[in-house]
């Protein structure tokens, strides 16, 4: 008997209904949406790209550089929370244009995880340590809040 409660409910799940999974926007509503987001990626990324071509900032006191780590950390959780919203909308249209260029941006992500290696070096030369680890669990945990505060309006 469980045996056939499993495979209804394997069999099920590829049965759902298929309007669940259809696009719900035409594709220049979707494009108009999605590259909203991409814009907000685009300028945080020129943000982190100064960041990592300028040399570590000293601060005078720890507290003065926590705040400076949070300001930072908080600027990744907005750029990957707008990339992942890109993507939430680029797939609700069908058009597949726009999904790839939605995705097209993820390696944005590197370019995060560059700047966390930086400022682990920076938090050594202003006395202070970072797990880097910590802080991605940190973005990882924000972010879904972050992406339902910069969502656009349906």
Same mark, same amino acid.
């Given at each position: 008997?469980?045996?056939?409660?499993?495979?209804? &409910?394997?069999?099920?799940?590829? +049965?759902?209904?298929?309007?669940?999974?259809?696009?719900?926007?035409?594709?220049?509503? *979707?494009?108009? /949406?999605?590259?909203?987001? &991409?814009? =907000?990626?685009?300028?945080?990324?020129?943000?982190?790209?100064?960041?990592?071509?300028?040399? !570590?900032?000293?601060?005078?006191?720890?507290?003065?550089?926590?705040?400076?780590?949070? %300001? =930072?950390?908080?600027?990744?959780? %907005? &750029?990957?929370?707008? &990339?992942? #919203?890109?993507?939430?909308? *680029?797939? *609700?249209?069908?058009?597949?244009?726009?999904?790839?260029? +939605?995705?097209?941006?993820?390696?944005?992500?590197? $370019? *995060?995880? +560059?700047?966390?290696?930086?400022? #682990?070096? !920076?938090? #050594?030369?202003?006395?202070? #340590? @970072?797990? $880097?680890? %910590?802080?991605?669990?940190? @973005?990882?945990?924000?972010?879904?809040? /972050?992406?339902?505060? @910069?969502?656009?309006? $349906?």
């Amino acid at each position: 008997m469980r045996w056939m409660l499993v495979l209804l &409910l394997l069999l099920g799940v590829p +049965a759902a209904p298929a309007w669940a999974r259809e696009p719900h926007r035409t594709v220049e509503e *979707a494009r108009t /949406r999605m590259e909203y987001h &991409l814009r =907000e990626v685009n300028q945080l990324s020129e943000h982190f790209e100064s960041l990592m071509q300028k040399d !570590c900032p000293h601060f005078d006191s720890p507290g003065e550089w926590t705040s400076y780590l949070d %300001t =930072e950390v908080e600027r990744v959780v %907005t &750029l990957v929370a707008h &990339l992942e #919203q890109a993507w939430v909308e *680029a797939k *609700a249209t069908g058009d597949d244009e726009v999904r790839r260029t +939605a995705k097209a941006p993820r390696k944005r992500v590197d $370019q *995060a995880r +560059a700047l966390l290696d930086k400022l #682990q070096g !920076c938090a #050594q030369d202003n006395g202070a #340590q @970072i797990s $880097q680890a %910590t802080l991605w669990r940190r @973005i990882e945990r924000e972010v879904p809040r /972050r992406q339902a505060e @910069i969502a656009l309006p $349906q």
